[in-house]
C-alpha cells in the first residue's frame, strides 16, 4: 500500500514536505518514487529512486528544488521541495515506477494535493 500525505497551501517560494508510507514494498525490488498530475494535464514524473542502484532521478521542471530520499527501516519516501512554483500546483501520488525516468507507473494510492499561490 502506498500512502501520500502532507500535502497543503504554500505561497510561492515556500516548502512543504511529502511522505509515503509504503508498507508491503521492499525498496531493493521496486523504483519508487512520486509523480503528479494538474488538472487538465498529463502524468508527470518528478522524482524516483532506483532500485537497481539507488541513483536519484528528477524532472528538469524540479532538479535544485526538490529532494528525494527513503527510509528503509520505515518504510518510507519523502519528497522535501523548496522554491516552490504556482506550476508545482497539484496532486502528487507515491508511487512505483517501470523504471525511474520512463513516465509509466505501476501501482500508485490517494495522492495529496499540493497548492501553491502566487
Known amino acids: 500500500q502506498l500512502q501520500a500525505s502532507g500535502g497543503g497551501l504554500v505561497q510561492a517560494g515556500g516548502s512543504l514536505t511529502l511522505s509515503c508510507s509504503a508498507s508491503?514494498?521492499?525498496?531493493?525490488?521496486?523504483?519508487i518514487g512520486w509523480f503528479r498530475q494538474a488538472p487538465g494535464k498529463e502524468r508527470e514524473g518528478v522524482a524516483c529512486?532506483?532500485?537497481?542502484?539507488?541513483?536519484?532521478y528528477y524532472a528538469d521542471s524540479v532538479r535544485g528544488r526538490f529532494t528525494i530520499a527513503s527510509d528503509n527501516d520505515k518504510n518510507r519516501v519523502v519528497l522535501q521541495m523548496y522554491n516552490l512554483k504556482p506550476e508545482d500546483t497539484a496532486v502528487y501520488y507515491c508511487?512505483?515506477?517501470?523504471?525511474?525516468?520512463?513516465?509509466?507507473?505501476?501501482?500508485w494510492g490517494q495522492g495529496t494535493l499540493v497548492t501553491v499561490s502566487s
Open positions: 508491503g514494498y521492499r525498496f531493493d525490488d521496486y523504483s
Open positions: 508511487a512505483t515506477w517501470i523504471a525511474c525516468g520512463i513516465d509509466e507507473f505501476d501501482n
Open positions: 529512486i532506483s532500485a537497481t542502484d539507488n541513483s536519484r
